[in-house]
C-alpha cells in the first residue's frame, strides 16, 4: 500500500511542481511521478527533521505534503540550473 500512496503523492507533488516551475509543457506523466517521489524523498532526508515534519510514509497530511512538494519544487529548480544555467 505505501508504494501506491508514494506514485499518487508523488504524482501530484511532481504535477504541481512542474506547474510551479513552468516546467509542465516539457515533462510527461512519467516525469512528474518520478520528480514527485525524488523531491519526497529528498525533502523526507533534508527538509523533515530541520521543521520537524514527518514523511509521507507516516501518514499523509496538509505538512507531509507542502514538504514533500518543497522538495520536489527544490528538485526541479536544481535541474533547471544545470539545464539551462538559470532557475528561471
Known amino acids: ?9 508523488g504524482g501530484v ?3 504541481l511542481a512542474s506547474i510551479i516551475m513552468r516546467t509542465d509543457a516539457q515533462q510527461g506523466i ?27 510514509n507516516e501518514g499523509i497530511s496538509l505538512s507531509t505534503f507542502l514538504v514533500s512538494l518543497l522538495g520536489a519544487v ?7 540550473l544545470f539545464r539551462r544555467g538559470s532557475v528561471r
Not at 500500500?1 to 503523492?9: D, K
Not at 512519467?30 to 520537524?52: H, Q, R
Not at 527544490?74 to 533547471?80: E, K, Q, R
Open 1 to 9: 500500500m505505501g508504494i501506491i500512496v508514494w506514485l499518487i503523492v
Open 13 to 15: 507533488c511532481g504535477w
Open 30 to 56: 512519467l516525469l512528474n511521478v518520478i520528480v514527485g517521489i525524488v523531491g519526497a524523498l529528498l525533502a523526507g532526508f533534508i527538509i523533515s527533521p530541520m521543521v520537524g515534519v514527518g514523511t509521507i
Open 74 to 80: 527544490i528538485l526541479l529548480a536544481i535541474v533547471n
